[in-house]
T-cell receptor, first 117, second 120 residues
Framework: EAQVTQNPRYLITVTGKKLTVTCSQN?????MSWYRQDPGLGLRQIYY???????DKGDVPEGYKVSRKEKRNFPLILESPSPNQTSLYFC????????????????FGPGTRLTVL | AQKVTQAQTEISVVEKEDVTLDCVYE???????LFWYKQPPSGELVFLIR??????QNEISGRYSWNFQKSTSSFNFTITASQVVDSAVYFC?????????????????FGAGTILRVKS
């Protein structure tokens, strides 16, 4: 089954304690990205990656890091989490636009609800 | 810059009523895609539809229909005969593919979402 998995699904942590949210896809997609969802703001892109070892900032990258050492994995790293990073996080992957013409072009993970105290 | 506006923060209807969720977008691109997603209380994002900028035909899928009008930059979503299971947050989104991202995937620009509450 084609899917994007994220772990953990729920996390409560304290300010300054480094954490990693993992993301993995089994569809051999080149493109992966991270979004955060906040009330009244919708989803906003944090970082994206076009392929292994190729990453770039999205709209709200401050306080986050990513890496793409393998095609299937795209972890999100919070080196020193702060309360304003409390949010719902989604990982997504997509094929090149030319391939999927009649379906969604983003495959979203189930979400990770993060609380930073 | 690309922008998506969902002016309705929250809508409440009674079951079996029809309801329309509005979406207005801004883009300078001539090629773009528009999407609707549903987020039920469980939190996952459920894809509903994708529409490209060259196809202005209205779409109907069961109780759902979409009206795409380039002249007014709108992509509205109508649920006919609403049901309690339709209660969710609905997001409209616009693909924002800078040249470098076009080949490999696409970034989505989301609206703020509309909370739909359907009461029995």
């Amino acid at each position: 089954e084609a899917q994007v998995t994220q772990n953990p699904r729920y996390l409560i942590t304290v300010t300054g304690k480094k954490l990693t949210v993992t993301c993995s896809q089994n569809m051999n997609h080149e493109y992966m990205s991270w979004y955060r969802q906040d009330p009244g703001l919708g989803l906003r892109q944090i970082y994206y990656s076009m392929n292994v070892e190729v990453t770039d900032k999205g709209d709200v990258p401050e306080g986050y890091k990513v890496s793409r050492k393998e095609k299937r994995n795209f972890p999100l790293i919070l080196e020193s989490p702060s309360p304003n990073q409390t949010s719902l996080y989604f990982c997504a992957s997509s094929p090149p636009l030319g391939r999927d013409t009649n379906t969604d072009t983003q495959y979203f993970g189930p979400g990770t609800r993060l609380t930073v105290l | 810059a690309q922008k998506v506006t969902q002016a309705q923060t929250e809508i409440s209807v009674v079951e079996k009523e029809d309801v329309t969720l509005d979406c207005v977008y801004e883009t300078r691109d001539t090629t773009y895609y528009l999407f609707w997603y549903k987020q039920p209380p469980s939190g996952e994002l459920v894809f509903l539809i994708r529409r490209n900028s060259f196809d202005e035909q209205n779409e109907i899928s069961g109780r759902y229909s979409w009206n795409f009008q380039k002249s007014t930059s709108s992509f509205n979503f109508t649920i006919t005969a609403s049901q309690v299971v339709d209660s969710a947050v609905y997001f409209c989104a616009l693909s924002d593919p800078p040249q470098t991202q076009m080949e490999y995937g696409n970034k989505l620009v989301f609206g703020a979402g509309t909370i739909l509450r359907v009461k029995s």
